[in-house]
């Protein structure tokens, strides 16, 4: 089965490794971890990606750019604000973003 | 009209991991309950139970804010920022976790189980500077009254939290009620039972039972037995 491609964007490297290492303790899933927005924007691209998590530092101005950029270029893509840190509500909020 | 939501305790989430157990009001880690996510701003209560000397390891948190009331035994509590502390009955803790934090929580005691609710608020403001605050209560300031616990200000009660919530805890005698005039347009409060029996709104809830009430402007709580309760009181849109 092919896995469900995450792209997480954060400002924090510690947080996000955190937050891909437990993204991928999913078998089912694969994340992929930005520090910035060029990153991010660079990143989209390169997988079929099917949700955004975009969590700590990531400013109204970023998510915003980052918003527009990725819905312009996939429409059906889902993209949700991740709070906590890559903590026990990261499953349930991707699969509650994922419709599963 | 009042609209109210039952949870009963028995219907809770719970993760056996040996050293913790943990029952979950919310959907969280492996549990994942859709209609269980959250009420309005509360998105985790977790009641957990740690064996003596055990706890959870240095992991981070960032954009929430997170509460502790230790029930029995004594918690360690080290973070990122320096901050290292024991808090037990009687203490509250809040930590903002804004831009990011590090931190661990341990049972203090070697010979106890250390038993404590961990509350996730979701803040109305994200990537703000970590903070952590933590007080001792008067346990007596409750007993038969709403005691204030944790609000949205500083120069309030309790201490304090980014978002327009405000906590109470109550340890009320058989027979005795009051009327809770909720804080804020638009919160609604969950009520959480720690012992005894609980009466809202005709409802009769029991040790860790809780019942979420929103759509009204005040609501009575009346002790069915000698009891303990949290009020927990958030906007229901964030």
Not at chain 1, 77 to 92: N, R, T
Not at chain 2, 42 to 71: A, Q, W, Y
Not at chain 2, 176 to 194: P, W
Request: aromatic letters at 10%; a negative charge.
């Amino acid at each position: 089965m092919e896995k469900t491609q995450i792209l997480v964007v954060g400002r924090h490297p510690e947080i996000l490794a955190t937050v891909v290492r437990l993204v991928n303790n999913n078998p089912n899933w694969n994340a992929t971890g930005c520090l910035s927005d060029e990153e991010a924007i660079a990143a989209f691209s390169t997988r079929d990606f099917k949700l955004v998590l975009l969590g700590g530092g990531v400013d109204e101005i970023s998510e915003y750019k980052l918003n527009e950029y990725f819905c312009a270029e996939k429409p059906s893509i889902k993209i949700v604000q991740h709070f906590g840190g890559g903590s026990g509500l990261l499953s349930a909020e991707i699969f509650e973003a994922l419709g599963s | 009209m009042a609209q109210t939501v039952l949870h009963k305790g028995n219907t809770r989430g719970h993760a056996d991991h040996g050293w913790l157990h943990s029952y979950q009001s919310f959907s969280f880690a492996g549990y994942y309950n859709p209609q269980r996510m959250n009420f309005g701003a509360l998105r985790v209560l977790n009641d957990d139970t740690v064996d003596p000397g055990m706890g959870f390891g240095k992991h981070p948190h960032d954009n929430m804010e997170i509460i502790s009331i230790p029930l029995e035994g004594d918690l360690e509590h080290k973070d990122s920022m320096n901050n290292v502390a024991v808090i037990k009955n009687g203490d509250i803790q809040a930590m903002s976790a804004g831009t990011g934090i590090f931190h661990s929580e341990y049972n203090f005691d070697r010979t106890s189980e250390v038993k404590f609710l961990q509350i996730w608020i979701y803040p109305n403001k994200r990537n703000v500077e970590p903070r952590y605050d933590q007080i001792s209560l008067n346990l007596e300031d409750r007993h038969n009254k709403l005691q204030q616990v944790l609000s949205p200000s500083p120069d309030d009660a309790g201490v304090w939290i980014h978002q327009d919530a405000w906590f109470h805890l109550g340890k009320f005698d058989k027979g005795v009620s009051t009327e809770y005039s909720i804080k804020k347009e638009g919160n609604g409060v969950y009520t959480f039972v720690l012992s005894g029996e609980v009466i809202i709104n005709g409802e009769t809830l029991n040790s860790r039972d809780a019942l979420g009430i929103w759509d009204t402007d005040k609501f009575t709580v009346e002790a069915g037995t000698d009891s303990e309760f949290l009020l927990i009181d958030v906007p229901m849109k964030f």
